[in-house]
């Protein structure tokens, strides 16, 4: 009966061995359940990186649409001597037809180029109201009138990576646009 009875042990209790192999199988399962959790891992951060990426394109394609405009409508809005003559037979056809009064080629394309300039000035203006409506900022009290355009002091940490107001306003242009087409920004 001893001889059952230590058999009868070893059965109710795993050998070495087999205590072994299940730890080995268990760490087989783990190893794999570690592959498929880091595989799912790499997935999705290839596709972030793909969500990256367009973002990145979608951000490029609108400054670049953006210096595109610029360009045109620094074309279309600039009148020189010459562009007029090959406009109009007559400085006088000229004048009527823009109905401005100029006593040569010199001022009738000056006086265009300064009302260009201000319609530019005026649209700028409503997207800066726009922009302040946007961010719940008071508009500050002050006659837009006579006002060519709006004084900003900058702090200097600002003023670092702006150095002038071309590239402060072609900033905020761009944050008009991105919170524009992203209204939940």
């Known amino acids: 009966m001893s001889k059952k009875s230590a058999s009868t042990k070893t059965q109710g209790k795993p050998k070495l061995g087999e205590q072994i192999r299940n730890i080995a199988d268990r760490l087989k399962q783990e190893t794999e359940i570690q592959k498929k959790a880091t595989s799912r891992i790499l997935g999705a951060a290839a596709q972030i990186s793909a969500n990256h990426e367009q973002l990145i394109d979608e951000v490029v394609e609108m400054v670049r649409e953006d210096l595109e405009q610029q360009t045109q409508a620094s074309k279309s809005h600039i009148y020189t001597v010459e562009i007029l003559k090959q406009q109009f037979k007559t400085l006088r ?52 009138i006579n006002i060519k355009g709006l004084t ?22 761009f944050l008009i646009r991105v919170t524009n087409k992203n209204p939940a920004l």
Do not use: M
Not at 96 to 114: G, I, Q, V
Not at 166 to 171: F, G, I, P, R
């Open 93 to 144: 056809e000229a004048k009527d037809n823009f109905k401005l009064k100029a006593t040569s080629w010199e001022s009738l394309a000056n006086k265009l180029n300064e009302t260009s300039s201000q319609k530019l000035i005026g649209e700028g203006k409503l997207q800066l109201h726009q922009v302040l409506e946007i961010n719940n900022i008071q508009k500050p009290e002050c006659e837009p």
């Open 152 to 173: 900003i002091h900058l702090e200097a940490d600002v003023a670092e990576i702006f150095p002038n107001s071309q590239a402060v306003n072609e900033a905020l242009r």
